[in-house]
């Protein structure tokens, strides 16, 4: 079993896409400022768990609707409902859900609320915030290419319209922290006593994170990636908390040779900080990743730091 806490930050940058769009196609905006859903990030993840051959529960309600589908009935489809999942369980996975809801991999990361049963996900993430706030929404309208008959005039043709909005360059910041301790009281019942968190979980999670967003098929998200990374591993047992990790990266309006400057200087100070007032080693490994074609990175010399990865390249320090 994991026995350690990790608090990190992700920063899913996209150029000329949008990562997660409103009801009205639109990049997400509050108070003129992008945002992003946290189930945007756990899409992606979960994207990455079904790619690798791993059982996904919540995408199993899209994956199936197939499965949901009246067969008398070839003019529409159904999603499947609470009974049609619990029977396609017991058939396709070979028991029922309370049997075998821990070998699904999006659970063990980001539990669920199903089935009179709520467990609280090893895996939370936030919002995720634009740190960088110089992009701009444009808009694509066009013609689609299916030509269809005129309900008004039968003799007449019409074509199918389309609207897409894009922006131009955000970096979209998202806190997460994985803590094995949200289901370490699952080992106390009978029967769940295999329902452990690893490290081998935590290493699909991280991967999931890190190449998740480059992975969606999907015209609005092509040039979307996690471009920069925080891991930052807490020793055994450690107790302290760590928050608001994005806030402490600073990122500078102007680019320089059309890169974005990243600040971590007040991160750095804040992780040294606290374990300073802790008045022992608190970290056991914090890596920072990030791609150098689009960043450039300040402010990252410090003891603490254990390695810094440069385009998938590792500079142990």
Same mark, same amino acid.
């Given at each position: 079993? #994991?026995?350690?806490?990790?608090?990190?930050?992700?920063?899913?940058?996209?150029?000329?896409?949008?990562?997660?769009?409103?009801?009205?196609?639109? /990049?997400?905006?509050?108070? $003129?400022?992008?945002? !992003?859903?946290?189930?945007?990030?756990?899409? !992606? &993840?979960?994207?990455?768990?079904?790619? $690798?051959?791993?059982?996904?529960?919540?995408?199993?309600?899209?994956?199936?609707?197939?499965?949901?589908?009246?067969?008398?009935?070839?003019?529409?489809?159904?999603?499947?409902? @609470?009974?049609?999942?619990?029977?396609?369980?017991?058939?396709? #996975?070979?028991?029922?859900?309370?049997? =075998?809801?821990?070998?699904? *991999?999006?659970?063990?990361?980001?539990?669920? &609320?199903?089935?009179?049963?709520?467990? +609280?996900?090893?895996?939370? =993430?936030?919002?995720?915030?634009?740190?960088?706030?110089?992009?701009?929404?444009? $808009?694509?309208?066009?013609?689609?290419?299916?030509?269809?008959?005129?309900?008004?005039?039968?003799?007449?043709?019409?074509?199918?319209?389309?609207?897409?909005?894009?922006?131009?360059? @955000? +970096?979209?910041?998202?806190?997460?922290?994985?803590? /094995?301790?949200?289901?370490?009281?699952?080992?106390?019942?009978?029967?769940? *006593?295999?329902?452990?968190?690893?490290?081998?979980?935590?290493?699909?999670?991280?991967?999931?994170?890190?190449?998740?967003?480059?992975?969606?098929?999907?015209?609005?998200?092509?040039?979307?990636?996690?471009?920069?990374?925080?891991?930052?591993?807490?020793?055994?047992?450690?107790?302290?908390?760590?928050?608001?990790?994005?806030?402490?990266?600073?990122?500078?309006?102007?680019?320089?040779?059309?890169?974005?400057?990243?600040?971590?200087?007040?991160?750095? $100070?804040?992780?040294?900080?606290?374990?300073?007032?802790?008045?022992?080693?608190?970290?056991?490994?914090?890596?920072?990743?990030?791609?150098?074609?689009?960043?450039?990175?300040?402010?990252?010399?410090?003891?603490?730091?254990?390695?810094?990865?440069?385009?998938?390249?590792?500079?142990?320090?």
């Amino acid at each position: 079993m #994991m026995q350690n806490k990790v608090f990190g930050l992700a920063v899913v940058v996209a150029k000329n896409s949008s990562w997660n769009s409103d009801f009205d196609h639109s /990049p997400k905006q509050y108070e $003129n400022t992008f945002f !992003a859903s946290d189930r945007a990030l756990k899409y !992606a &993840v979960r994207t990455v768990f079904e790619q $690798n051959g791993k059982p996904v529960l919540i995408k199993k309600w899209v994956k199936n609707i197939i499965g949901g589908k009246k067969v008398e009935d070839n003019s529409s489809f159904e999603v499947m409902n @609470a009974k049609e999942l619990k029977g396609w369980m017991e058939k396709e #996975m070979g028991g029922r859900f309370h049997e =075998i809801f821990w070998t699904f *991999e999006d659970v063990r990361h980001f539990g669920m &609320v199903y089935d009179n049963l709520n467990l +609280h996900g090893v895996c939370q =993430i936030s919002q995720g915030i634009d740190v960088y706030g110089q992009g701009t929404v444009y $808009n694509d309208d066009g013609t689609g290419r299916m030509v269809f008959e005129s309900k008004a005039k039968a003799d007449k043709e019409t074509r199918g319209m389309y609207s897409r909005e894009y922006v131009t360059e @955000a +970096h979209y910041a998202y806190d997460f922290s994985v803590n /094995p301790l949200n289901v370490q009281f699952l080992q106390t019942i009978k029967g769940y *006593e295999e329902c452990v968190y690893t490290e081998k979980d935590y290493e699909a999670f991280l991967e999931g994170i890190a190449v998740g967003p480059s992975t969606v098929a999907s015209t609005q998200k092509l040039n979307c990636a996690t471009d920069f990374l925080v891991t930052v591993e807490m020793v055994d047992g450690e107790k302290t908390l760590l928050s608001d990790l994005k806030s402490k990266v600073a990122l500078k309006p102007e680019k320089v040779e059309n890169k974005v400057v990243y600040d971590v200087s007040e991160l750095i $100070n804040y992780l040294e900080t606290k374990e300073a007032l802790a008045g022992r080693s608190i970290y056991k490994q914090i890596t920072i990743s990030y791609d150098a074609f689009g960043i450039i990175l300040q402010g990252a010399q410090s003891d603490v730091l254990t390695s810094i990865v440069v385009n998938e390249a590792v500079q142990v320090l």
